[in-house]
């Protein structure tokens, strides 16, 4: 059954006139990797800040594994470990000693500190590295470090706050696949907040659209771009040998096809047929064509993925009228 380990209802924070965080509710479960995607200044830390009792919200409830954040900042902060985006060391200690120190603080004892650093410095792949100066490592190791930090608690949630920031995309891909078997093999629930939809997309179960302090949207991939592309027409394109002036004609009269239309092959070899509809009508063509005696090569509905996404709701390419027509009816 599904679990709720941290639980946002109707969150609002305002900065003077402005609101960083506006009437947000979530719900994210154990084990689940959450991805929280927006552009900058959406309202991703703030929402953060409060979920750790380190900020105050104006109205709402936040609660993690149960317990009010804003009330029992500290009884929070026991169980869920934070790695803000820029994570400090003692830059004069080693991977080993910061680790030890951060131990200590949260009344691990000793003996089974060092058998947890160790099999953490293992993970994060810092064993070699670990009696280096934390001053002398790279960024890509700082952050690896920076989660070995964070687990050493042993926490049942973690939020990771931008942690692919500055590391080259070997190392990002590496410390993502990290984190996600981390959570794996120990159900560890995992928030993360980015503005790179791509990587984060590779490991989140769920992910919520930021804008502008509103929560848009959230759901996996594939049904986040139903809802948010569901009024948009879907392409459907296909390759055959030829299409004759009846066949387009046939094609055009299948219901919730709206417009349809044929150019030269891009190889030279017979025709790619053009299709947009309503609904997907993708196999009501591809049978039409069988059946007109045709030779269909390929077929290919077009799947809307985080890059349109992307385009549309981040880049600032269009207005989100059409999400919120998505948030209601979806
Ligand atoms: N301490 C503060 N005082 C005043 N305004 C603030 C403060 N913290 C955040 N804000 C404002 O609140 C809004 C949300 O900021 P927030 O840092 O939560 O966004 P973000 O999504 O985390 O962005 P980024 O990806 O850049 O970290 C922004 O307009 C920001 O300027």
């Given at each position: 059954m599904k679990e709720p380990v941290i639980d946002i209802q109707d969150l609002t924070k305002t900065y003077g006139e402005s609101r960083a965080v506006d009437r947000l509710s979530l719900t994210i479960h154990r084990g689940e990797i959450f991805g929280l995607l927006g552009p900058n200044g959406a309202g991703k830390s703030t929402t953060i800040l409060m979920l750790l009792g380190l900020s105050e919200p104006d109205s709402g409830s936040v609660k993690v594994l149960g317990i009010d954040s804003t009330r029992q900042p500290i009884q929070v902060k026991r169980r869920v470990g934070y790695l803000p985006d820029d994570v400090g060391f003692y830059e004069d200690r080693t991977g080993w000693e910061n680790l030890m120190l951060t131990a200590r603080l949260n009344r691990v004892p000793d003996k089974e500190a060092a058998e947890r650093a160790e099999r953490l410095l293992r993970e994060v792949g810092l064993l070699d590295a670990a009696h280096k100066k934390a001053g002398a490592y790279s960024r890509g190791m700082r952050q690896r470090l920076g989660l070995a930090d964070v687990l050493?608690?042993?926490?049942?949630?973690?939020?990771?706050?931008?942690?692919?920031?500055?590391?080259?995309?070997?190392?990002?891909?590496?410390?993502?696949?990290?984190?996600?078997?981390?959570?794996?093999?120990?159900?560890?629930?995992?928030?993360?907040?980015?503005?790179?939809?791509?990587?984060?997309?590779?490991?989140?179960?769920?992910?919520?659209?930021?804008?502008?302090?509103?929560?848009?949207a959230?759901?996996?991939?594939?049904?986040?771009?139903?809802?948010?592309?569901?009024?948009?027409?879907?392409?459907?394109?296909?390759?055959?040998?030829?299409?004759?002036?009846?066949?387009?004609?046939?094609?055009?009269?299948?219901?919730?096809?709206?417009?349809?239309?044929?150019?030269?092959?891009?190889?030279?070899?017979?025709?790619?047929?053009?299709?947009?509809?309503?609904?997907?009508?993708?196999?009501?063509?591809?049978?039409?064509?069988?059946?007109?005696?045709?030779?269909?090569?390929?077929?290919?509905r077009k799947q809307y993925g985080l890059d349109e996404i992307y385009q549309r709701y981040f880049a600032g390419g269009e207005d989100h009228g059409q999400l919120r027509h998505a948030e209601h009816t979806g």
């Amino acid at each position: 059954m599904k679990e709720p380990v941290i639980d946002i209802q109707d969150l609002t924070k305002t900065y003077g006139e402005s609101r960083a965080v506006d009437r947000l509710s979530l719900t994210i479960h154990r084990g689940e990797i959450f991805g929280l995607l927006g552009p900058n200044g959406a309202g991703k830390s703030t929402t953060i800040l409060m979920l750790l009792g380190l900020s105050e919200p104006d109205s709402g409830s936040v609660k993690v594994l149960g317990i009010d954040s804003t009330r029992q900042p500290i009884q929070v902060k026991r169980r869920v470990g934070y790695l803000p985006d820029d994570v400090g060391f003692y830059e004069d200690r080693t991977g080993w000693e910061n680790l030890m120190l951060t131990a200590r603080l949260n009344r691990v004892p000793d003996k089974e500190a060092a058998e947890r650093a160790e099999r953490l410095l293992r993970e994060v792949g810092l064993l070699d590295a670990a009696h280096k100066k934390a001053g002398a490592y790279s960024r890509g190791m700082r952050q690896r470090l920076g989660l070995a930090d964070v687990l050493i608690k042993g926490p049942e949630i973690i939020i990771l706050d931008e942690p692919t920031l500055g590391i080259d995309p070997k190392g990002m891909s590496e410390l993502l696949e990290l984190i996600q078997r981390l959570s794996r093999e120990q159900g560890l629930t995992v928030l993360l907040s980015s503005h790179h939809l791509h990587q984060v997309q590779q490991i989140c179960d769920r992910v919520g659209l930021f804008v502008s302090g509103r929560l848009l949207a959230e759901g996996d991939v594939p049904t986040l771009s139903r809802k948010l592309f569901a009024d948009d027409l879907i392409p459907v394109s296909a390759e055959l040998d030829a299409c004759s002036p009846e066949l387009l004609e046939r094609i055009r009269s299948i219901e919730g096809v709206a417009q349809a239309g044929i150019t030269d092959a891009d190889n030279g070899q017979g025709v790619t047929l053009q299709a947009a509809c309503t609904e997907d009508r993708s196999a009501e063509i591809a049978r039409t064509v069988v059946q007109a005696g045709a030779q269909l090569y390929r077929l290919e509905r077009k799947q809307y993925g985080l890059d349109e996404i992307y385009q549309r709701y981040f880049a600032g390419g269009e207005d989100h009228g059409q999400l919120r027509h998505a948030e209601h009816t979806g």
